[in-house]
């Protein structure tokens, strides 16, 4: 609205209260969802991705033409689409990524950046932060001096101020001061994503928050804006052994001077009435400490809208009124333009991911990844403890156990009963792999204990409700729980007694003392110690987060290059024999007579439920639920 005429209230009316709409938008986690086409099966998909959104940010304009559009992260990574380019950029330095191509479409008012931005590396940041048509914010970042020195160009503003012409109800127009700042969350430094992506940390975001607020106020902002990327939790007791909240949308908002706040992460959606209420929780209202937000859950599924009434009285500052929150759904209908500015990194994407690396001579599927027999997760295990078996050889580390973490990152959840991997027997191709695992983690190992083994099994125990003996029909899996925490440990056995509390809530905080769920922990058929040592790999993602879980392992340097696991599964399937995989059964549930409990999986696994059976599991299938999901029955 650029050349309106600013509205100059007259003498008559100096007491009388404006009032202006403004509508806020919100774009979270798209994480590479351009289109509605998935990359990993390779076919079209139902409506979501910045395409389908696009058609419906248009008409939120239209509706409101005093509107600002944010994306609150992620969205450099999480299909073949972004993966290809950031495999390629390094060598073609033209190569603009193809999601930020298509924000730059839609036309952005600002963003801030995710956790998974620096899977590629700073010089890649570098490129889609040079690339990007609106202004990228981040106040928690650190690069060190010589990250500094090597990519100069890479400045990523704390906040940012905007200026807007806007119309009150009136028709007269004023010039709207909002800062944008924005924040990640918080992780450990050596969550080291990919070669290339060292020189960097992430501060606390809250006390950021708080040192900011001094010069943004200064700056005399109509409206405070946090991009806030991170999601809606309770605040966690003041009490020992708590651990530092990765979701602090709710203490940020507690911070003086933020106005609206703008949540991400979690992948879910707020307002939501499935929202458990907390203490600064309001998802009826939508507000957190009682400030207006969102979060527009992932991968384009949803469009954030906010719209705010503003008001004032003449000499005084804008003050939010009134406000009102909403999720609006993409659209059928994909925008030619967004589709265009993408279209020959689609093509590329195909032809990359319909090359053939191998031959699969049985299914791999994560129908049960949660029930305790999964040919994916054995995948992982096998091709990390083959390749570390060699690394190690001659490490005085190699006298050792070994061990793996792996967990699974489709396995059904808020994305449908279409979210689990499933693969037939026949041609491998690149697009499989990525829908095993598409992460740049690479492979770290570290030295644990016979009893921080336990207190890891005792975190993952977390994912199930605690059930009564002789009840019936009790739902097994608590749901907030994601199955990507849930690390099966391969090298031992182990029994999950759900009969008792779990220990530790999903933040990793201590919630209940005496005995843990975890039982009958072996090491080759004998009672693992506590004094007992072990090698464990995982990601290095992973393996950073030791912490939260209590665990504090002693790192183990493997010789030679950082390997991704991605590339060992490449390795697993690149054999000169067909991939065979037969589900190795790690745990099980403690017996508990009389008890039975249901579950939730794929449609599709009704043809492999013979499988599950051969491993001592009594399940009976049911119909299928409201959202698609096959019930399943277990008998305990």
Same mark, same amino acid.
């Given at each position: 609205?650029?050349?309106?005429?600013?509205?100059?209230?007259?003498?008559?009316?100096?007491?009388?209260?404006?009032?202006?709409?403004?509508?806020?938008?919100?774009?979270?986690?798209?994480?590479?969802?351009?289109?509605?086409?998935?990359?990993?099966?390779?076919?079209?998909?139902? &409506?979501?991705? $910045?395409?389908? *959104?696009? !058609? +419906?940010? #248009?008409? /939120?304009? %239209? =509706?409101?033409? @005093?509107?600002?559009?944010?994306?609150?992260?992620?969205?450099?990574? &999480?299909?073949? $689409?972004?993966? *290809?380019? !950031? +495999?390629? #950029?390094? /060598?073609? %330095? =033209?190569?603009? @990524?193809?999601?930020?191509?298509?924000?730059?479409?839609?036309?952005?008012?600002?963003?801030?950046?995710?956790?998974?931005?620096?899977?590629?590396?700073?010089?890649?940041?570098?490129?889609?932060?040079?690339?990007?048509?609106?202004?990228?914010?981040?106040?928690?970042?650190?690069?060190?001096?010589?990250?500094?020195?090597?990519?100069?160009?890479?400045?990523?503003?704390?906040?940012?101020?905007?200026?807007?012409?806007?119309?009150?109800?009136?028709?007269?127009?004023?010039?709207?001061?909002?800062?944008?700042?924005?924040?990640?969350?918080?992780?450990?430094?050596?969550?080291?994503?990919?070669?290339?992506?060292?020189?960097?940390?992430?501060?606390?975001?809250?006390?950021?928050?708080?040192?900011?607020?001094?010069?943004?106020?200064?700056?005399?902002?109509?409206?405070?804006?946090?991009?806030?990327?991170?999601?809606?939790?309770?605040?966690?007791?003041?009490?020992?052994?708590?651990?530092?909240?990765?979701?602090?949308?709710?203490?940020?908002?507690?911070?003086?001077?933020?106005?609206?706040?703008?949540?991400?992460?979690?992948?879910?959606?707020?307002?939501?009435?499935?929202?458990?209420?907390?203490?600064?929780?309001?998802?009826?209202?939508?507000?957190?400490?009682?400030?207006?937000?969102?979060?527009?859950?992932?991968?384009?599924?949803?469009?954030?809208?906010?719209?705010?009434?503003?008001?004032?009285?003449?000499?005084?500052?804008?003050?939010?009124?009134?406000?009102?929150?909403?999720?609006?759904?993409?659209?059928?209908?994909?925008?030619?333009?967004?589709?265009?500015?993408?279209?020959?990194?689609?093509?590329?994407?195909?032809?990359?991911?319909?090359?053939?690396?191998?031959?699969?001579?049985?299914?791999?599927?994560?129908?049960?990844?949660?029930?305790?027999?999964?040919?994916?997760?054995?995948?992982?295990?096998?091709?990390?403890?083959?390749?570390?078996?060699?690394?190690?050889?001659?490490?005085?580390?190699?006298?050792?156990?070994?061990?793996?973490?792996?967990?699974?990152?489709?396995?059904?959840?808020?994305?449908?009963?279409?979210?689990?991997?499933?693969?037939?027997?026949?041609?491998?191709?690149?697009?499989?792999?990525?829908?095993?695992?598409?992460?740049?983690?690479?492979?770290?190992?570290?030295?644990?204990?016979?009893?921080?083994?336990?207190?890891?099994?005792?975190?993952?125990?977390?994912?199930?409700?605690?059930?009564?003996?002789?009840?019936?029909?009790?739902?097994?899996?608590?749901?907030?729980?994601?199955?990507?925490?849930?690390?099966?440990?391969?090298?031992?056995?182990?029994?999950?007694?759900?009969?008792?509390?779990?220990?530790?809530?999903?933040?990793?905080?201590?919630?209940?003392?005496?005995?843990?769920?975890?039982?009958?922990?072996?090491?080759?058929?004998?009672?693992?110690?506590?004094?007992?040592?072990?090698?464990?790999?995982?990601?290095?993602?992973?393996?950073?987060?030791?912490?939260?879980?209590?665990?504090?392992?002693?790192?183990?340097?493997?010789?030679?290059?950082?390997?991704?696991?991605?590339?060992?599964?490449?390795?697993?399937?690149?054999?000169?024999?067909?991939?065979?995989?037969?589900?190795?059964?790690?745990?099980?549930?403690?017996?508990?007579?009389?008890?039975?409990?249901?579950?939730?999986?794929?449609?599709?696994?009704?043809?492999?439920?013979?499988?599950?059976?051969?491993?001592?599991?009594?399940?009976?299938?049911?119909?299928?639920?409201?959202?698609?999901?096959?019930?399943?029955?277990?008998?305990?």
């Amino acid at each position: 609205m650029e050349g309106l005429p600013f509205y100059a209230p007259q003498d008559d009316t100096c007491a009388k209260t404006v009032t202006l709409a403004l509508r806020v938008l919100e774009t979270t986690d798209l994480h590479g969802h351009v289109r509605a086409y998935d990359y990993f099966t390779d076919r079209a998909s139902d &409506g979501a991705g $910045l395409a389908a *959104l696009a !058609g +419906e940010i #248009a008409q /939120a304009r %239209r =509706q409101s033409p @005093n509107c600002l559009l944010f994306d609150n992260g992620d969205f450099m990574q &999480g299909t073949p $689409l972004t993966q *290809l380019w !950031g +495999e390629a #950029a390094g /060598a073609d %330095r =033209q190569a603009i @990524n193809p999601m930020i191509a298509a924000m730059n479409t839609v036309g952005y008012d600002a963003g801030t950046l995710g956790n998974h931005e620096f899977d590629f590396g700073l010089e890649q940041l570098n490129q889609t932060v040079q690339a990007a048509h609106f202004p990228i914010v981040s106040a928690n970042l650190e690069l060190s001096v010589a990250a500094r020195r090597a990519h100069p160009a890479l400045v990523v503003p704390p906040w940012v101020m905007l200026e807007r012409e806007m119309r009150d109800s009136g028709g007269a127009c004023h010039r709207l001061r909002i800062a944008v700042i924005g924040f990640l969350p918080k992780q450990p430094v050596s969550f080291v994503q990919s070669e290339g992506a060292d020189g960097f940390g992430f501060c606390d975001s809250v006390a950021c928050a708080r040192m900011l607020m001094e010069p943004i106020l200064a700056a005399k902002p109509d409206l405070v804006i946090a991009l806030a990327h991170t999601g809606v939790a309770p605040l966690p007791p003041v009490a020992p052994h708590c651990c530092k909240p990765e979701n602090t949308a709710v203490d940020i908002a507690a911070v003086d001077g933020i106005d609206v706040i703008l949540a991400g992460h979690d992948h879910q959606c707020f307002p939501d009435p499935k929202t458990p209420v907390g203490e600064g929780i309001d998802p009826i209202r939508a507000t957190l400490n009682g400030k207006p937000a969102l979060n527009a859950g992932a991968y384009g599924d949803h469009l954030g809208v906010l719209d705010l009434t503003l008001e004032k009285t003449a000499g005084g500052p804008w003050h939010i009124a009134r406000h009102r929150a909403e999720l609006r759904k993409p659209r059928a209908t994909e925008a030619p333009a967004v589709i265009a500015a993408c279209e020959h990194a689609h093509h590329s994407t195909l032809a990359h991911i319909r090359r053939e690396i191998g031959t699969l001579e049985s299914p791999l599927h994560s129908y049960f990844a949660l029930l305790g027999a999964d040919p994916c997760l054995t995948l992982f295990a096998r091709a990390q403890m083959r390749y570390a078996t060699r690394a190690l050889a001659w490490l005085p580390e190699a006298e050792l156990p070994l061990l793996c973490a792996a967990s699974s990152f489709k396995a059904g959840g808020r994305r449908g009963p279409g979210n689990y991997v499933s693969i037939a027997p026949g041609p491998l191709r690149i697009n499989h792999i990525d829908d095993l695992y598409l992460f740049n983690n690479t492979l770290a190992a570290i030295e644990i204990s016979g009893a921080e083994l336990r207190k890891w099994l005792e975190h993952s125990a977390r994912s199930f409700h605690q059930i009564p003996s002789d009840s019936q029909d009790s739902w097994l899996r608590d749901k907030t729980y994601p199955s990507y925490n849930f690390d099966v440990i391969f090298g031992v056995t182990y029994e999950f007694d759900i009969s008792r509390p779990a220990l530790y809530d999903t933040e990793g905080n201590l919630r209940h003392t005496g005995p843990g769920r975890v039982r009958d922990l072996r090491y080759q058929g004998q009672l693992v110690t506590d004094k007992q040592k072990f090698v464990l790999l995982s990601s290095s993602y992973r393996l950073a987060q030791c912490a939260r879980l209590g665990v504090i392992g002693r790192p183990i340097p493997l010789p030679g290059p950082s390997v991704k696991i991605r590339d060992l599964l490449m390795n697993e399937a690149r054999g000169s024999k067909p991939l065979q995989i037969a589900a190795q059964r790690v745990w099980r549930f403690a017996s508990m007579a009389g008890t039975s409990v249901m579950c939730r999986t794929a449609p599709d696994a009704i043809n492999h439920l013979a499988a599950l059976g051969q491993t001592g599991l009594e399940v009976s299938p049911l119909e299928l639920d409201e959202e698609g999901f096959l019930q399943l029955r277990i008998a305990l």
